[in-house]
């Protein structure tokens, strides 16, 4: 049918309206299926709910490319949980926890651990928070700041990682796109690479928390806290209520945590994965994305098969406890696998009412398309910002941008990455976010307190990530990301130095005795 003009903005503004003002992507994403499904069909509501099953969501599911995408994270799901309960996490921690005698030390390794339990995004705090806990209360780390570093450390790592279930999430979103726009020459795992020199504020943000923890060059609500917590002893704001982790990882007892629990199975991961692709000509010879993701899925099975021979020999869990441990990671993975869903329908829904063909037909006469990535990101962050969710958002945003990139010959690469930025910034600092809340529980930190000290630096990192996709839409190439990062570094250094006159520390008598305690 021709494009139904105006009117096919209702269905994706709904979208986006509804998850803003309910905070349930689901719930949003339904609506707005079945409203573009009874405009495709001229009113019938009847029609609609078969046009939905029929042509939109049965096509998309039973597509091979959709397919794999659900199944690859199911399978992920299930090795993360396997592998955040092993314990292996544990012990590369307590290795690296091993000489940190000052706050630098400290913060650092906090944030390179994050960096390196890469496979989970929910699960990272969890495993790290429990380890630094009592060095970072030795050194006088503020739980504002240890829960800042957990929070950095979870999304934004996995979001540049094509293998785990976010990086697959964002793939199968691409794929949808590239059947639907007939690309041929292009791959999901392509443009994903290719994304990430893009991907401002994701890097941004792990560049930041680095430099934040290297130079302790803190500011606003944060300072305050690191001052309060180096000079009052005070880990917790006076009236905290921190939140307590809902679960520990508990090891049998007498079974000591072995990191070769986790490091064997990566290798076999990675191993395989490469493995493959080399077979099939990486990285000089484009991969077809069916071997890509055969690649990672069968990698992931031998991985979790390796996992759980480990456990067993360990006697970390039964068989039936590994089993079990998996099943509570593919259910984990139901969620995302319905949004993933409800998405291809909403894009075939825009598709069949010419949301797409409307928006590029009124935008080229006065949108300039190196304006695109940077209202991208901007719509992305509100979005993610008031719905807590990346997921939603990208799954939202993605039918949209896609096609208007293509028509307005703009980068696909950049213009994925600022999707995937505007996603990342609502998740990382949004207080209904699940990572922050998890970051509020593996730091014991009070949530409002954590969510109060860290919205400024996601709110700095955002506005030079804003101005970064505005120099790429001139300059078009990845030395921006380091323009960007160094005018971030000059902006913390000022912003530092202005706090430090109007949050002068308080040194008295017993400031001093309990900061050099």
């Known amino acids: 049918m021709e494009s139904l ?98 706050r630098p030390k400290c913060e650092t390794a906090m944030w390179l651990s994050g960096l390196f339990i890469w496979f989970t995004d929910l699960g990272n705090s969890l495993i790290v928070g429990p380890i630094f806990e009592k060095v970072g209360d030795k050194v006088k780390v503020s739980r504002e700041k240890f829960a800042y570093i957990l929070d950095c450390t979870t999304s934004p790592i996995c979001a540049l990682i ?49 430099y934040m923890a290297i130079t302790q060059f803190d500011f606003g609500p944060m300072l305050k806290a690191q001052n309060r917590a180096k000079y009052e002893g005070k880990l917790l704001n006076d009236g905290s209520v921190p939140m307590r982790k809902t679960e520990k990882i508990v090891l049998p007892e007498g079974v000591k945590p072995k990191m070769s629990t986790m490091l064997a199975p990566i290798v076999v991961l990675l191993f395989v994965i490469f493995f493959e692709m080399f077979r099939h000509g990486f990285p000089f010879e484009p991969i ?31 068989f039936k406890e590994c089993m079990s441990t998996m099943q509570k990671g593919w259910e984990g993975m139901m969620y995302m696998s319905v949004v993933l869903v409800l998405a291809w329908a909403l894009g075939n829904g825009c598709k069949a009412i010419g949301t797409a063909d409307y928006l590029v037909q009124v935008t080229s006469d006065f949108l300039n398309p190196l304006l695109l990535p940077f209202l991208l990101f901007v719509i992305g962050a509100v979005m993610s910002l ?116 109007r949050f002068p520390p308080v040194k008295t008598a017993e400031s001093s005795q309990a900061a050099e305690s």
């Open 162 to 210: 094509p293998i785990v279930g976010f990086g697959i999430y964002i793939m199968g979103l691409i794929d949808v796109e590239l059947q639907a726009s007939s690309i041929s020459d292009e791959t999901s795992w392509g443009l994903f690479v290719s994304s990430a020199p893009f991907n401002f504020y994701t890097v941004l943000t792990l560049v930041m928390c680095g």
């Open 386 to 501: 008031a719905t807590g969710t990346s997921w939603g958002t990208m799954a939202i945003l993605m039918p949209i941008a896609f096609p208007m990139a293509l028509a307005m010959d703009v980068s696909l690469p950049i213009t994925i990455g600022a999707v995937v930025s505007g996603g990342l910034f609502g998740d990382h600092i949004s207080p209904i976010s699940d990572t922050t809340i998890m970051a509020s529980m593996g730091a014991a930190c009070d949530h409002i307190d954590h969510f109060e000290t860290q919205a400024p630096y996601g709110v700095v990192c955002a506005i030079v990530s804003a101005l970064g996709f505005l120099l790429t839409s001139f300059l078009g190439n990845w030395t921006c990301m380091m323009l960007s990062a160094v005018i971030l570094f000059v902006v913390i250094f000022i912003l530092h130095k202005i706090d430090m006159k």
């Open 5 to 102: 003009g105006i009117l096919s903005l209702i269905p994706p503004l709904l979208a986006i309206g509804l998850a803003i003002y309910t905070k349930d992507v689901i719930i949003s994403l339904v609506i707005s299926v079945l409203l573009a499904a009874t405009m495709a069909c001229g009113g019938n509501v009847y029609q609609s709910g078969i046009t939905i099953l029929q042509d939109w969501i049965f096509p998309s599911v039973s597509d091979s490319t959709n397919a794999q995408s659900i199944l690859m994270l199911i399978v992920v799901g299930g090795f993360t949980e396997l592998i955040t309960r092993s314990g292996g996490g544990l012990a590369f921690t307590n290795v690296v926890t091993k000489g940190l005698n000052t």
């Open 288 to 318: 077809d994305g069916t071997v890509t993701r055969t690649a990672i899925m069968w990698g992931f099975l031998l991985a979790t098969f390796l996992l759980i021979i480990l456990c067993v020999a360990n006697k970390i869990m039964t």
